[in-house]
T-cell receptor, first 111, second 115 residues
Framework: SQTIHQWPATLVQPVGSPLSLECTVE??????LYWYRQAAGRGLQLLFY??????ISSEVPQNLSASRPQDRQFILSSKKLLLSDSGFYLC??????????FGQGTRLTVV | AQSVTQLDSQVPVFEEAPVELRCNYS??????LFWYVQYPNQGLQLLLK??????LVKGINGFEAEFNKSQTSFHLRKPSVHISDTAEYFC?????????????FGQGTTLQVKP
């Protein structure tokens, strides 16, 4: 069966520090991969998606970047965090014409 | 462009009462429709999905939803709720012609089940 792993679960980082969140998927190949952000009391906003290795599409301009170095690995990064980067970050994967499956999320607090 | 509107931000209901969470969408192309549930500090879990076929879709935990193309709605229902159903519920759509599977989410509805 397929599983998705996302870590860390919580993270407190100072303003101006770098960020790296990692997500890996097991039990499937060539998945579509996604990073969503959920701000407090709001819905989910798609940040990045990838349909293949090295293929990254950004949905909104921001302080973050994403990379897909391997087929089932998706990384969210920032060189210098802003206070506004705080939120709940969710990684997800999907096959073709199927629903998305989500990781457990990372609670990022920038202080 | 697609959009999803969840008409109620909060829905309080007593235990064992029926509930309906409303969702309307806007899209110029055919869509797939989903309902997800999120418990505090957790990821999203799929409740049910509409891809094609019967417009009445049954999901996990006794939930069901009906796709109404003319009203562009996909309301979620449960005939009798439990305390454990207290959570955030999200309606989402993706375009059938878009092989990226990108989901557009509504703002969410908080279901508060009271004893």
């Amino acid at each position: 069966s397929q599983t998705i792993h996302q870590w860390p679960a919580t993270l407190v980082q100072p303003v101006g520090s770098p960020l790296s969140l990692e997500c890996t998927v097991e039990g499937t190949s060539n998945p579509n991969l996604y990073w969503y952000r959920q701000a407090a009391g709001r819905g989910l906003q798609l940040l990045f998606y990838s349909v293949g290795i090295g293929q990254i599409s950004s949905e909104v301009p921001q302080n973050l970047s994403a990379s897909r170095p391997q087929d089932r690995q998706f990384i969210l990064s920032s060189k210098k965090l802003l206070l506004s980067d705080s939120g709940f970050y969710l990684c997800a994967w999907s096959g073709r014409d199927t629903e998305a499956f989500f990781g457990q999320g990372t609670r990022l607090t920038v202080v | 462009a697609q959009s999803v509107t969840q008409l109620d931000s909060q829905v309080p209901v007593f235990e064992e009462a029926p509930v309906e969470l409303r969702c309307n969408y806007s899209s110029s192309v055919s869509v797939y429709l989903f309902w997800y549930v999120q418990y505090p500090n957790q990821g999203l879990q799929l409740l049910l999905k509409y891809l094609s076929g019967s417009t009445l879709v049954k999901g996990i935990n006794g939930f069901e939803a009906e796709f109404n193309k003319s009203q562009t709605s996909f309301h979620l229902r449960k005939p009798s709720v439990h305390i454990s159903d207290t959570a955030e519920y999200f309606c989402a759509v993706s375009e059938k012609v878009d092989n990226t599977g990108k989901l557009i989410f509504g703002q969410g509805t908080t279901l508060q089940v009271k004893p």
